[in-house]
């Protein structure tokens, strides 16, 4: 006995764009509900959300527009600066040190260390 082919055309169903675009969203939901909600709803961010980053250069410039633009930033943390001249990235350290108001800045002198 011989097989047909099958017609698969005839049997596709028709989907439009909306029916997609409402499908999928549906899918995004659930896999959303799945995770529980996000830290971020919940007002906590997870340490996982959050990035890290180092600083070099902590002249004028960087200090008072790039390191202090960043501390704002609620999902981030600067975690080391970096100068050639140790007295620059010590008081960057400190300024970070007491904006989180713990000890976990680095200052180093050679940038090779931050990256």
């Known amino acids: 006995m011989k097989r047909r082919a099958m017609d698969t055309s005839s049997r596709r169903k028709s989907l439009s764009r909306r029916g997609f675009l409402a499908g999928a969203a549906a899918g995004v939901a659930a896999i959303g509900q799945a995770r529980g909600a996000p830290a971020a709803w ?5 340490p996982s959300e959050k990035v890290n980053m180092g600083f070099i250069g902590m002249g004028g410039h960087g200090v008072n527009r ?3 633009m960043f501390l704002r930033q609620p999902d981030a943390r600067a975690v080391s600066v970096c100068d050639v001249y140790k007295s620059r990235s010590e008081s960057a350290q400190k300024l970070v040190n007491s904006h989180y108001k713990s000890d976990g800045c680095s200052a180093v ?3 090779r260390r931050v990256l």
């Not at 919940?42 to 997870?46: A, D, P, W």
């Open 66 to 68: 790039n390191l202090r």
């Open 109 to 111: 002198t050679d940038f």
């Open 42 to 46: 919940v007002g906590k961010l997870l």
